[in-house]
């Protein structure tokens, strides 16, 4: 069971997955659900407050969760943030790339919302 106070960031440029990914997180009881459309904006709003867990999205325009989650991990005071990487990119080189750049998990989409449950408890335990 997650804590419903858990604070997580969703950075997704489509708003239809958006929207689908938030309210997931919202069926898991989730409350505090933060958004960027991309990672540049992401930055942004980790400077803000950092989140406790991130999803992002691969692809994306200005800044890509590929790039997002390499400029966390050269972070020293965000270093150590789960990153969980939500994407359509199902070949074995993108899952290797992101798990060499440091991600804490990787869910291809179309997914469940007790996978997207299942994902975040793995990586805060």
Known sequence: MLDPSLDILVV???????????????????????????????????????????????????????????????????????VLMITSRSEKEYIFTAAQEGVSSYIVKPFYATTLGTKIEKMLN
């Open 12 to 82: 997704e440029d489509d708003p239809v997955t958006r929207r689908m990914v938030c309210g997931h997180l919202q069926r898991l009881g989730i409350q505090q659900i933060r958004e960027a459309e991309d990672g540049k904006s992401a930055l942004a709003e980790i400077s803000r407050q950092k989140p406790q867990v991130i999803i992002t999205d691969w692809g994306m325009p200005k800044l890509n969760g590929l790039q997002l989650l390499q400029i966390i991990r050269k972070h020293e005071a965000l270093k150590h943030l789960p």
